[in-house]
């Protein structure tokens, strides 16, 4: 049964493609019957199953689809043939576009953009005006905000948060595990746990770092060893 209809007298032109107003048919979730909803180009943006809804004033057009109990909702825009489905939420001024995808319980806001064939997925959440784009993955707990970027083959996962004016980019270069950390070397950074710095920074500052997280002195001397190996690994890929 559909769970929605176009409301013939209110839709939008974006782009020369005509989007409509969506009106809800039924109750789900927690959208009421006769509840107007946001803007589609097509009914294959908006799935008629579960509970996925486009609120307010956001768009989905071109071949993009939302799924499952995902929301769109705010400002938020999805387009070209990107997906959002699970419990995904994308919402504020956000973009999603090109073949991106959004799921799990991932969040996108703010003026955030996801695009290329970036994922993003897991608890993560991508926000303010952040970018994460080409082949990008961000995932588990992981957060990137600001107005840093994530792009080429960068993998930013786990409890990782990148932020400020940072960008990580290019290939993971090498993945390592080592007592209870979770350690990767990107091309010029290293992330150990959730600390994400570039090498000359570790270098610097491993033993605050160490005290910031409340780490041990036997663990901070693993901290020291692994930035070396790691340092050693890169110079080598390089």
């Given at each position: 049964m559909?769970?929605y209809k176009?409301?013939?007298k209110?839709?939008v032109v974006?782009?020369?493609k005509k989007?409509?107003?969506?009106v809800?048919?039924r109750?789900?979730?927690d959208?009421?019957?006769?509840?107007k909803g946001?803007?589609?180009?097509?009914?294959?943006?908006?799935n008629?199953n579960n509970?996925?809804?486009?609120?307010?004033?956001?768009?989905v057009?071109?071949?993009?689809?939302?799924?499952?109990d995902?929301?769109?909702?705010?400002n938020?825009?999805v387009?070209g043939?990107?997906?959002?489905y699970?419990?995904?939420?994308v919402?504020g001024?956000?973009?999603?576009?090109?073949n991106a995808r959004?799921y799990g319980n991932?969040?996108?806001?703010?003026?955030?953009q996801v695009?290329?064939n970036a994922q993003?997925?897991g608890?993560?959440?991508?926000?303010?005006?952040?970018?994460?784009?080409g082949n990008?993955w961000?995932?588990?707990?992981?957060?990137?905000s600001?107005n840093?970027q994530v792009?080429?083959?960068?993998q930013?996962?786990?409890?990782?948060q990148?932020?400020?004016d940072a960008q990580?980019y290019?290939?993971?270069i090498?993945i390592?595990?080592?007592?209870c950390?979770?350690?990767t070397?990107y091309?010029?950074?290293?992330?150990i746990?959730?600390e994400l710095?570039t090498?000359d920074v570790w270098e610097?500052?491993?033993?605050k770092?160490?005290?910031?997280h409340g780490?041990?002195?036997?663990d901070t001397?693993?901290?020291?060893q692994?930035?070396?190996l790691?340092?050693?690994?890169?110079k080598?890929?390089?």
């Open positions: 559909k769970k176009y409301d013939k209110d839709f974006v782009g020369g989007l409509h107003r969506i809800a048919l109750n789900f979730g959208v009421k019957k006769g509840e946001g803007y589609i180009q097509r009914h294959n943006n908006l008629h509970n996925a809804w486009v609120y307010g004033n956001a768009q057009s071109g071949n993009a689809q939302v799924y499952g995902a929301w769109v909702y705010g938020a825009q387009s043939n990107a997906q959002v699970g419990d995904a939420r919402y001024n956000a973009w999603v576009s090109g959004v991932a969040w996108v806001s703010g003026n955030a695009y290329g993003v997925y608890n993560a959440q991508v926000s303010g005006n952040a970018r994460v784009y990008a961000v995932s588990g707990n992981a957060w990137v600001g840093a792009y080429g083959n960068a930013v996962y786990g409890n990782a990148v932020s400020g990580v290019g290939n993971v090498n390592i595990s080592q007592g950390f979770d350690i070397a091309a010029d950074l290293i992330q746990g959730c710095q090498i610097k500052d491993v033993d770092i160490a005290l910031k780490v041990s002195k036997e001397e693993i901290y020291r692994t930035v070396a790691c340092k050693m690994m890169l080598k890929e390089g």
